[in-house]
């Protein structure tokens, strides 16, 4: 039968993980933590276990853990979104982004992007019947392009992703980009996925702007965020999506017929989890100092560093290093220097050779030094 996503193959992390396993390499690739996550946690799930949770929660969530997204957001950012109709947990940012999308995008309507972009909005973009349109960032410093972005509006305009701090560039929006495109969207009843998976990986005293902090903004907005991420449990796959009363309830005539739920132990766990706030509040400087000690290791070699504002991502320009494609590069660093990194052009659409790299320092200080001694020869 003709494919529903005929470009579509194997994700470049699960490519780069493999490609690294096989030939040993330091995993600095697909973004996830080789540390364990609080056993504080782990107790958490394993209490909620042996309590009996263990059946179908609500459909929504379980009410402790809306409860306390509700609270966790009302205490960051100031909006309080009602727990019982205003947010939702999912299976992860993941099936929280494909949910909304399906929810909202009818077939033929358009939906801007912002390139680079994370990998799965395309393909779910299409599996809606949408139509993506791909408007650049800037190109170098990865600021938001109000003017293209206004260019691309259109009356077929549907909806609009954005994604702070940004996968892969580790960029984070500033209040003032977060105001501008609350100005330029007042006039449109264009949607809004804002995508927030790095929430708590912000640098420098950075803060971290949500949508939700921007009333014209929240107001259109399906706010994800992810535990996996947050937590370092990316296998968990458990997030929320926050959002307005009328777009919620859209979102659940999916999600009750997408997942209906999401496991019941490790929502009454995090639920638990999240009472003690110092348990996400102190995640800016854990993950800091491991910024700055991936970057301290590079600062003499010829991969040149560019700006890491948030999330868990370092970019380098290789071109000093090598004349090979940023794709070519990672499969040979891998095979060759034993360090496995993500090519930048898997992020665009039309594959743009930037001559880029990333690599993730979510990874013990040790994993960090044994890449870096590799990176270094260079
Ligand atoms: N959005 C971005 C920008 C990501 O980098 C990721 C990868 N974790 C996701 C969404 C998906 O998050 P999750 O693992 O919670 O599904
Ligand atoms: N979000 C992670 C990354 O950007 C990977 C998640 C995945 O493998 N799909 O590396």
């Avoid at 320009?317 to 034993?338: M, N």
């Amino acid at each position: 039968f003709p494919s529903k996503l005929p470009a579509v193959g194997t994700t470049i992390f699960s490519v780069m993980s493999a490609l690294a396993a096989e030939h040993q390499a330091v995993n600095l690739g697909q973004g996830f933590p080789d540390f364990a996550c609080d056993p504080a946690l782990i107790d958490a799930v394993h209490q909620a276990m042996q309590a009996g949770h263990n059946q179908y929660p609500p459909m929504p969530g379980v009410p402790a853990l809306r409860q306390a997204v509700s609270r966790k957001i009302a205490a960051q950012h100031g909006r309080t979104y009602h727990p019982d109709s205003e947010i939702t947990i999912t299976a992860g940012a993941t099936q929280g982004i494909l949910t909304a999308i399906l929810a909202c995008v009818h077939p033929g309507d358009e939906v801007i992007v912002l390139d680079p972009c994370y990998d799965s909005y395309i393909p779910n973009i299409l599996l809606a019947g949408g139509v993506p349109v791909r408007v650049p960032l800037t190109p170098g410093t990865f600021r938001p392009d109000f003017g293209k972005i206004s260019a691309a509006i259109t009356a077929r305009t549907r909806l609009l992703i954005i994604n702070t701090p940004h996968n892969p560039s580790a960029t984070v929006w500033s209040a003032e980009e977060m105001r501008t495109l609350e100005e330029l969207l007042a006039p449109t009843d264009v949607l809004l996925i804002s995508d927030e998976v790095y929430e708590h990986m912000v640098f420098d005293g950075a803060e971290h702007q949500s949508a939700a902090r921007f009333p014209g903004l929240a107001a259109r907005a399906f706010i994800n965020s992810s535990f996996g991420k947050t937590f370092h449990v990316t296998g968990w796959k458990v997030g929320s999506v926050a959002a307005p009363a009328a777009l919620t309830a859209e979102f659940r005539k999916v999600h009750q017929f997408n997942v209906f739920t999401v496991n019941t132990p490790m929502q009454h766990g995090l639920a638990n989890y999240l009472a003690d706030p110092q348990r996400y509040l102190g995640l800016p400087a854990f993950y800091q100092a491991k910024r700055d000690l991936f970057r301290a290791g590079l600062a003499g070699s010829r991969l040149k560093l560019m700006p890491c504002t948030g999330s868990f991502f370092q970019c380098v320009d290789i071109s000093a290093v090598s004349d090979l494609s940023e794709a070519d590069f990672c499969l040979w660093l891998t095979r060759e220097i034993g360090v496995a990194a993500i090519p930048l052009s898997a992020f665009y659409g039309d594959g743009f050779d930037q001559r880029v790299v990333r690599f993730c320092f979510a990874k013990e200080d040790a994993t960090l030094h044994a890449a870096l001694e590799r990176l270094r020869k260079l």
